[in-house]
């Protein structure tokens, strides 16, 4: 079974500070792709941030970087310089190659403090 | 370009009334995917569309739900005889398969059963 788990229900970070969002799944697939998406208080989600499970570099954008720990199954998200529009649920989330599941973690509420 | 469209935003039904929510993909988009928020919890799988495809059905919890999607574009879910338990924001996503399999999300149907 495919399993996410983000074990931080809430977090908090002043503005302009760093925070670390954390994920760990399970699962029996040598291929896959890991993600991070945000849920603004408006509902939208959108993506954060990608990674391929086979490249070894960490992905990143912008402000926003992975930890990719393949033999841990670990997928962590810093977000760096936190602005205020960061204020979002963040969700983890894994598909195995193939693609027909996605499977999510229940989410980090995240407030960025002024 | 426009992005992934749901209707209605919100709905209010009485128990045991029938439901049909609506999702208009990204044009082009060959994959698409229904989920299911409750409050405080993460994305819970129901359907995946690919293509001409037979659907992916695995994620729906009962008979009560169904959905199809005519001419590989336009989605609908039903939900016959609505339950109270079936109150939550409704997520539709769509894909280009092969692209790294990113989805894009609409702005959810927020449905409420009293």
């Known amino acids: 079974a495919q399993t996410v788990t983000q074990s931080q229900p809430e977090m908090s970070v002043q503005e302009a500070e760093t925070v670390t969002l954390s994920c760990t799944y399970d699962?029996?697939?040598?291929?896959?792709?890991l993600f991070w998406y945000k849920q603004p208080p408006s509902r939208q989600m959108i993506l954060v941030i990608r990674?391929?499970?086979?490249?070894?570099q960490n992905a990143t954008e912008n402000r926003f970087s992975v930890n990719f720990q393949k033999a841990a199954k670990s997928f962590s998200l810093k977000i760096s310089d936190s602005q205020l529009g960061d204020t979002a649920m963040y969700f983890c989330?894994?598909?195995?190659?193939?693609?027909?599941?996605?499977?999510f973690g229940t989410g980090t509420s995240l407030t960025v403090i002024p | 370009g426009a992005g992934v469209s749901q209707s209605p935003s919100n709905k209010v039904t009485e128990k045991g009334k029938d439901v049909e929510l609506r999702c208009d993909p990204i044009?082009?988009?060959?994959?698409l995917y229904w989920y299911r928020q409750s409050l405080g919890q993460g994305l819970e799988f129901l359907i995946y569309?690919?293509?001409?495809?037979?659907?992916?059905k695995s994620g729906l919890p009962s008979d009560r739900f169904s959905a199809e999607r005519t001419g590989g574009s336009v989605s609908t879910l039903t939900i016959q005889r609505t339950q109270q338990e079936d109150s939550a924001v409704y997520l539709c996503?769509?894909?280009?398969?092969?692209?790294?399999?990113?989805?894009?999300f609409g702005p959810g149907t927020r449905l409420t059963v009293t």
């Open positions: 996503a769509s894909s280009l398969m092969g692209q790294g399999y990113e989805q894009y």
């Open positions: 699962t029996s697939e040598s291929n896959y792709y």
């Open positions: 990674q391929e499970a086979y490249k070894q």
């Open positions: 989330a894994f598909t195995p190659n193939t693609g027909n599941q996605f499977y």
């Open positions: 044009s082009g988009h060959t994959a």
């Open positions: 569309f690919q293509g001409n495809s037979a659907p992916d």
